[in-house]
């Protein structure tokens, strides 16, 4: 695949990663950027002051070594002129003191501006829907969180502020030129189009070029976690040259990005430095020829204007690199944006209430659901559990029994009928409390770093470790967790790295029962343990389900056999119900599903 239609395959898979067109700099983001500062303006204010007086200092200190040459210095007066040094050091004393702290304000009022950004946007993330992450890669997300975060981080600490100082500056500066002598400014505002025409000419490629820097290192990202989370099927298909082949095509476009935003950049800040080279050898040329043709200018008006010159041209090299730095803050804020006001697919209706204390009756009417309009993959699904009820749900994959489970979680809101929790609409009530009375073991369980206890405790953060022990013990496999190398403080690595695939399901059995839940979901729970681990388990898993209703979605015949119901779905309908013996009695599909199971297992 050729690189561009390697990178036509990316944006399309992905479209996420796509950055509108739009302006240079969008002073609505920049406004919006700058709202965070609002809860801390005190310390906010405070900076801007300490700009503002940052950007006198220097202008006034050169005035001053101008009026000083102009009066005492020429008037011979040592004593005079050792009393205004005197005062200039204390300007001098001041202006570095108030620059120490802008730059320590700029600092910490950075950091909380950073911290509140990825605070919004996690608490943002955490009220999508499941299926807001299944259509976006987990490395753009990431990158959403760290790397354009981290690129607003000069831009608020830095990029502004600077900015302030450097715009403040050289208005001083050109107002007090303008006060000293006028015909001398004239030169000034001679040279200010060219800096215009330069600036104008490079500012949009400079955006354009770290915007498309900005998407290269995102790609890059992605792509680094794709593969590092996927190793076991890149090895396993014997992809690593072409995933290596992919990967390093993305790097060699970041890497052609990057030099070309350097390049542009290093070209522009030494044209606005020749203006500023050619205003000077202007003002030597000018000057010298109105002091020689006997008019008001003086040495001491020649030298003032020399410092502020250099203080109003200096600024503008910082400005251009202010600017260019911040087009890739820009770009990072407004995909942080973007993501932040991506709103959940569905949300809770304003007059959801807690849900009330259950007893675990649960009722399907009616439902349908789709996870892409007009194709259903739920349809007109009715059933009813009363309170400690097993139910197993059977089919083969694409059925719809995850889709059961995920509607009965609230993790998606059906089409069109109503899911009941003791007779109470799921609708109405909030999501978090309705979760909080259930207990989940998914086919593959994500473990947290941390330890095991950490890992069971997620779910009762307050608990003892003695309550840990206390439901491997219950699930009768205690003896299996206190052989870990350090028992249930045995360190975990993400994702669960460190245990066995069995071991990773006992924490998550554990974590549920520690919970204590009303409504227990099994997903496939046993489908990764081995016939002896679960041969223990069974006897655990009955104590854990009594008096609490259970949906079991599950292939095993020892898990079935005991529910008191057995829904049996294909394509997304409930075809049959009943229990494993009188199902299998009507000879249809659950019995054509028990002996394709018996032969595949024989």
């Known amino acids: 695949m050729s690189q561009t239609r390697l990178e036509i395959a990316v944006r399309r898979a992905h479209p996420d990663d796509e ?53 005492p210095v020429t ?63 987990h490395g753009s997300l990431i990158s959403r969180m760290i790397s354009d975060i981290e690129a607003m981080r000069n831009g608020i600490q830095n990029n502004f502020f600077i900015t302030i100082v450097s715009f403040g500056q050289m208005t001083c500066a050109a107002l007090l030129m303008l006060w000293v002598n006028p015909r001398l400014f004239l030169v000034l505002l001679a040279i200010v189009p060219c800096l215009l025409l330069v600036h104008a000419a490079f500012r949009g490629k400079i955006l354009q070029a ?61 044209l606005l430095e020749l203006n500023a080279q050619g205003f000077l050898a202007a003002l030597v040329g000018v000057g010298g020829w109105l002091a020689l043709d006997g008019g008001h200018t003086g040495l001491g008006d020649l030298v003032t204007f020399f410092f502020l010159a250099d203080l109003f ?54 439902v349908t659901f789709s996870y892409l309009p007009g194709r259903p993959v739920l349809h007109a699904v009715n059933f009813t559990a009363a309170p400690g009820q097993v139910i197993a749900l059977v089919g083969h994959t694409g059925s719809g029994k995850s889709t059961i489970i995920g509607l009965l979680a609230k993790f998606q809101r059906p089409d069109s009928g109503q899911v009941l929790a003791d007779g109470h609409d799921l609708a109405d009530l909030r999501q978090e409390t309705l979760r909080r009375q259930m207990g989940f073991v998914f086919q593959q369980n994500f473990l947290f770093a941390g330890t095991v206890a950490d890992n069971v405790k997620a779910t009762r953060p307050e608990a003892s470790d003695e309550a840990v022990r206390q439901a491997f013990r219950d699930l009768d496999c205690l003896d299996l967790i206190e052989a870990l190398p350090q028992g249930i ?55 854990l389900m009594r008096g609490r209703t259970s949906f079991v979605v599950a292939h095993r015949l020892s898990t079935i056999r005991k529910a008191d119901q057995v829904l049996v779905m294909e394509h997304g309908r409930i075809v049959e119900r009943g229990t494993h013996e009188s199902l299998l009695a009507t000879d249809g599909a659950y019995a054509r599903l028990h002996r394709d199971f018996l032969s595949s297992t024989t």
């Open 489 to 543: 403080h045995t360190p975990v690595s993400e994702k669960g790295r460190g245990l066995s695939l069995g071991q990773q399901q006992l924490v998550a059995f554990a974590r549920a029962l520690l919970a204590d839940p009303r409504i227990l979901v099994l997903d496939e729970a046993t489908s990764a343990v081995d016939t002896l681990t679960e041969s223990r388990l069974q006897a655990a898993l009955a104590r």
């Open 210 to 270: 770290s915007r498309l820097q900005q998407e290269s290192f995102s790609r890059v990202t992605s792509a680094l976690a794709e593969t590092v989370q996927g190793i076991r099927v890149t090895q396993g298909f014997a992809r690593e040259e072409t995933n290596a082949g992919i990967f390093s095509r993305l790097v060699h476009t970041l890497a052609g990005n990057v030099v070309k935003t350097a390049s542009l950049s290093a070209l522009y800040l030494p």
């Open 75 to 137: 008037a011979g007066d040592g004593a005079a002129t050792f009393r205004w040094l005197a005062v200039f050091l204390a300007a001098v004393v001041l202006a570095d003191v108030a620059l120490y702290w802008r730059i320590r304000l700029a600092h910490q009022i950075g950091e909380v501006v950073l911290r509140d950004l990825r605070d919004r946007l996690m608490r943002h993330l955490l009220t999508q829907p499941l299926a807001f992450f299944h259509a976006r890669r």
């Open 313 to 366: 041209f200096s600024p503008i090299t910082i400005i251009g690199t202010q600017l260019s730095e911040a087009t890739l803050a820009m770009a990072g804020a407004e995909r942080y944006f973007r993501l932040l006001d991506t709103p959940p697919a569905w949300t809770d209706p304003a007059d959801a209430v807690a849900c009330p204390p259950l007893r675990g009756a649960v009722e399907f009417r009616e």
């Open 19 to 71: 950055e509108p067109d739009r302006l240079p700099l969008r002073w609505a983001t920049v406004a919006r950027l700058l709202a965070f500062t609002a809860p801390h303006r005190t310390q906010r204010n405070t900076l801007l002051a300490l700009c503002a007086l940052r950007a006198m200092a220097l202008p006034l200190l050169a005035w001053m070594i101008g009026a000083i040459i102009r009066g």
